[in-house]
């Protein structure tokens, strides 16, 4: 059995916060170390460390049992996915730096994509077609500049964001409240297999376990931790996003905050994020400037209009995301020729429907 | 003695000859009706005892039989009270028909008898009238509450009596009722149904509805509670190239067998609306029953057959539309025969984008999780998604917005005028290949109908892999964009043509993740 094994026991099985574990290794020469310690030695260090919370009631408690980390690691292998201590080389620095930093994540892609602190997108998983149209842009903007996206894989805006990166050709991290074998939730299957593949998946919850609704906040703050700036796309007033913004605060990340209508629900905790001081979001062509991103070489060529697409393009924009109906009106067209013009503008990428919304691109 | 009478019975919409004959002799008092009669025939003698009796003949003791012939066929409906009753009078010698009407043309009665010797109307004369003619008998006596519908079937005879005595004494000869030709004229009624020009904006879906009732192609309508689906949905059968004679007849013999026609409206001029509720059984919807009656798809024949609520209905029930859609007409099989119902019909529905109803909504937050959506969105499966041609959805649009614009769209009649033009390119251009319109289109007939020249396949094919479409959706956008040729007036298929049709492809943002 390789040093895993007593990694995850470190971890799971010692008893030990994150900070006995970070001391006691070193002063052992890493886990396999601390466990082959004898029980006096580590005693008299306790008593020395008298900062460690654990200290006075830690003697006599140390189970030096491996079986509980073997089967955890099998399980592991089964899913092949590998393991990841706060006392590895490949541990980001950013994300230990953070009060409360996993002891173990278990892991599954490119380590390489959490080596630099990413740009998390966050937000309500029942978001309105705006706001998944925001997260995809934010996603491609993001990864055209060369930067990873930080997520949840949940429904809605986490989902999104990353779509919008991978679609972009970026690369992207999804942070797991569930075990890393698990697809949470079920219909995303598609993108789990396709993030597990080319991109990376995380998750402090060992392997097998499904998600408990306690966990999904708790590991807000591992997005948090990964990332260096926080983009809150939707989010009601008491939700996950939020709570996500406060480990963002907490940590020290930059916090961004996409404002919405003052009557849309799902804007208002965003709106509540600005007026607290995050920093609004106000279009999307600025968005490098604010994540302090480089902006890609000059765009594709402008596909060519005819006068007309021309006309309605200039409409769409000025009101973005309205519906068709609306558009076509302010347009003076006929509907048959505006439906044909709105087909042409999305052929050429330049607008996207969501239902009955137009966006420009 | 022995006499018989003809008459008539209706298996699903093909009337058939039936003979009424009738036996007295002395004996035992019985009274037997055999012949494969159905209840509501074997309770005629006690209808048939009271009225003889009360339109002043006698009902003697004595041995009476009466079969129906062909006796081998079930038979069902009350209009053999009539057929009975005289030829129960001419049994026993109470009424001696005159010498024109044993002479003339043969007659056949078809009527339902109150106690006091009345003729009250009765259900599917139309397609049982229409039947005799086919088989040569050109003169009927019915009742005269169904002279309306019969004076439907041109060249027929019709004698309308109101009671028994009227009839007898026409027999005799006492009081020869005139007969009256029908010239199958219809009462072309002014069209009452609601005008697009009563619903404000929504201009694109109004052109969409448009395109689906000049190719007859299926259209779904996606949008929160109110934006006006319904409304526009009820506009269609308005907007519809008017019915044919033939197709009047047809549709009017449905609702004659289904019973459903109105006391003062006997032809139904106008294209059906039909709009069953969402709980509504198989059976209801294709038809059925032990003596098969015409389900909504066939009540719907010939015009719009509107699902409110799409994803509420039971998906088994919906699956049932499928085979019929494609061929037509509808077959009911049952232990003593089948029965087909034309049942061509312009699917519309409409739903909302998810259970709650407010997906997207910029008012009102939806409560739905996705996962929610997915599943709701879910219960309309893929094949019957595939029978909408067209698809568009529909957002609240704020009425601020659009009430400094001129008052009303383009009123159905306008409309109207150009789908009437489009169909009869559709018409002609498809004689003799077995289809009407654009809809029914197959892949080889739109290999000859519906090539698109290099810039055209370009543009499809671009379009087909920006949006990920599949094989079926090409097939259905160049049946969509033939139709938008054929109002545009073109011969081809242009590239606006094309664009617009692809404006009519399944939204992802609903059915996709």
Known sequence: ?361 | MYSRVLSASLYGLSGEETWVEVDVESGLPVFNIVGLANQSIKEAKERIHAAVMNCGFDFESHRITVNLTPANKKKDGSHFDLPIAIALLMSTGQLEPHKGEKKGPVTAYLGELTLDGRLSSIEGALPMIIGMQKRGVNRVVIPAGNLPEAQLVKGMEIIAASTLTQVTEHISGMDIIDPLIADGKTSSAESTAADFSDIRGQELVKRAAQVAAAGMHGLLMIGPPGVGKSMIGKRIPGIMTPLSYEEQLDVTQIYSAAGALAEDKPMICERPFRSPHHSMSAASLIGGGSRPMPGEISLAHCGVLFLDELPEFDSHTLDMLRQPMEDGQVSIVRVNGKCVYPARFMLVAAMNPCRCGYFGDSKRRCTCSESDRKRYVGKVSGPLLDRFDIHVSMERIEFEDISSGEAGGRKSADIRQEVIRAAEVQRLRYEGRGISSNSQLTPDLMKEFCSLDDEGQQLLKDAFIKWKLSARSYHRILKVARTIADLDGSSNIQRVHLLEALSYRQPDAYFKG
Not at chain 1, 76 to 96: F, M, R
Not at chain 1, 97 to 112: E, T, V
Not at chain 1, 198 to 214: C, F, K, R, V
């Open chain 1, 1 to 361: 059995m390789d040093d895993r094994v007593y990694k995850v026991w470190l971890a799971n099985y010692a008893g030990l916060s994150v900070k006995g574990q970070l001391v006691l290794s070193e002063l052992f020469g890493g886990p396999e170390g601390v466990y082959r310690a004898s029980d006096r030695d580590i005693r008299s260090v306790m008593e020395g460390c008298s900062y460690l919370p654990e200290a006075g009631k830690i003697s006599g408690l140390f189970s030096r049992d491996l079986s509980g980390a073997e089967k955890l690691l099998d399980k592991a292998e089964k899913c092949s996915a590998k393991v990841l201590h706060i006392t590895d080389n490949g541990y980001p620095e950013h994300l230990a730096n953070i009060p409360d930093p996993p002891p173990i994540l278990w892991y599954k892609g490119d380590l390489s994509i959490i080596e630099k602190p990413g740009i998390a997108i966050v937000g309500t998983r029942r978001c309105s077609p705006y706001g998944r149209w925001v997260a995809e842009e934010l996603g491609k903007r993001i990864a055209r500049c060369g930067g990873n996206v930080i997520s949840g894989m949940a429904e809605g805006v986490d989902s999104a964001g990353h779509k919008g990166c991978i679609a972009a050709g970026g690369k992207t991290a999804a942070v797991f409240g569930t075990g890393i074998d698990i697809c949470f939730p079920r219909s995303n299957q598609k993108l789990y297999d396709d993030l597990q593949k080319n991109h990376l998946t995380l998750s402090e919850i060992d392997p097998g376990y499904a998600g408990q609704p306690w966990n999904f906040p708790k590991r807000n703050r591992i997005i948090s931790g990964l990332s260096r700036a926080i983009i809150v796309v939707e989010g009601a007033l008491k939700s996950g996003s939020m709570i996500t913004a406060g480990y963002a605060g907490e940590h020290g990340r930059e916090v961004f905050a996409v404002p919405g209508n003052i009557n849309q629900p799902g804007s208002l905790g965003t709106n509540k994020l600005i007026m607290d001081g995050a920093t609004p979001i106000t279009d999307l062509d600025s968005v490098p400037e604010l994540l302090g991103l480089e902006r890609p070489g000059a765009a594709g060529r402008r596909p060519e209009l005819t006068p007309q697409e021309d006309a309605l393009l200039k409409t769409i924009r000025e009101n973005n995301g309205q519906p068709a109906e609306l558009i076509a009106f302010k347009s003076v067209l006929p509907s048959r020729d505006c439906l044909a013009l709105i087909s042409s503008l999305e052929l050429k990428g330049l607008v996207k429907s969501e239902g009955n919304r137009l966006f420009t691109l």
